[in-house]
């Protein structure tokens, strides 16, 4: 039983590099999320998919970040030219048509 | 606004003891509830959940508690264990949405003490 997988786990980068991120959710899930944690808060959503359809955006989703999901299977985060106040984890989450959402182990970004 | 409030930070429990996580929202909309334990450097792991239809679930060591009028909700652990030291977070959906993101309170860090 393959929960959800997130890759890279952790990333260095400098201000105005872009990174991308991937997240592979439990096999037969198809809905799945994409959520930020900065210290001391709890995870705040940033996106949505539905199958390969992004069907909601927060508006903590700038225009620097896009999220994909082209097969319905696995997705990925960019974010462009990133800054500081983007170092948090990037958490990924998967679920079916039942309503608990399963983690992945997060992407720890720090921006330099 | 938080719609989701964790107001105590911390919490220390002897082994053994009873810990209770306490967890208040404000969106009389949200009718389902959840609790994730979290250890640093790993993502949130589901423990247990409640629909607003009911007002207790239980599960092992841990019981959740929903008081709808109060907008009220408590996690308790009996017995506690050092294992059980880690980050807990209280998380608010609508099960009607079709998106149903989770809305987390900051997290209460539990520790239990040997």
């Known amino acids: 039983d393959t929960g959800v997988s997130q890759d890279p786990r952790h990333k260095i980068t400098k201000r105005g590099q872009n990174v991308t991120f991937r997240c592979d959710p439990i096999s037969e899930h198809n809905r799945l999320y994409w959520y930020r944690q900065t210290l001391g808060q709890g995870p705040e959503f940033l996106t949505y998919?539905?199958?390969?359809?992004?069907?909601?955006k927060s508006r903590l989703l700038s225009d620097r970040f896009s999220a994909e999901r082209p097969k319905g299977s696995f997705s990925t985060l960019e974010i462009q030219r990133t800054e500081q106040g983007d170092s948090a984890m990037y958490l990924c989450?998967?679920?079916?048509?039942?309503?608990?959402?399963?983690f992945g182990p997060g992407t720890r970004l720090l921006v330099l | 606004d938080q719609q989701v409030k964790q107001n105590s930070p911390s919490l220390s429990v002897q082994e053994g003891r009873i810990s209770i996580l306490n967890c208040d929202y404000t969106n009389s909309m949200f009718d389902y509830f959840l609790w994730y334990k979290k250890y640093p450097a790993e993502g949130p792991t589901f423990l247990i959940s409640?629909?607003?239809?009911?007002d207790k679930n239980e599960d092992g060591r841990f019981t959740v508690f929903l008081n709808k009028s109060a907008k009220h909700l408590s996690l308790h652990i009996v017995p506690s264990q050092p294992g059980d030291s880690a980050v807990y977070f209280c998380?608010?959906?609508?099960?009607?949405?079709?998106?149903?993101?989770?809305?987390f309170g900051k997290g209460t860090r539990l520790s239990v003490i040997a």
């Open positions: 998380a608010a959906t609508r099960l009607n949405s079709g998106n149903t993101p989770l809305v």
């Open positions: 989450a998967s679920r079916t048509g039942e309503k608990t959402q399963y």
């Open positions: 409640i629909s607003s239809i009911k």
């Open positions: 998919f539905q199958n390969e359809a992004q069907l909601e």
